[in-house]
């Protein structure tokens, strides 16, 4: 896959993460759901990309935790 963007906005922050090439790792469909689910493997990403891309895993981390923390505590 050529020329992706990947969007997502969490609370006030909207993270457009431009991803030049990617290859498809896996593709399942969910059965509960029916929608498809994608694996994929960024090929081609310049440093400014891999480390928007970073902030985002990590604030999706924090957010877990938290939510983790809510479930045990």
């Known amino acids: 896959m050529r020329h992706l963007v990947v969007l997502f906005q ?5 993270f457009r993460i431009p991803i030049e090439k990617a290859l498809v790792k896996r593709l399942d469909k969910n059965p509960l759901t029916l929608r498809y689910q994608y694996a994929l493997q960024f090929t081609n990403l310049g440093q400014g990309e891999m480390n928007d891309l970073r902030e985002l895993i990590y604030l999706f981390q924090r957010d877990f935790l938290k939510k983790r923390q809510k479930v045990e505590g």
């Open 10 to 14: 969490a609370e006030e922050s909207l």
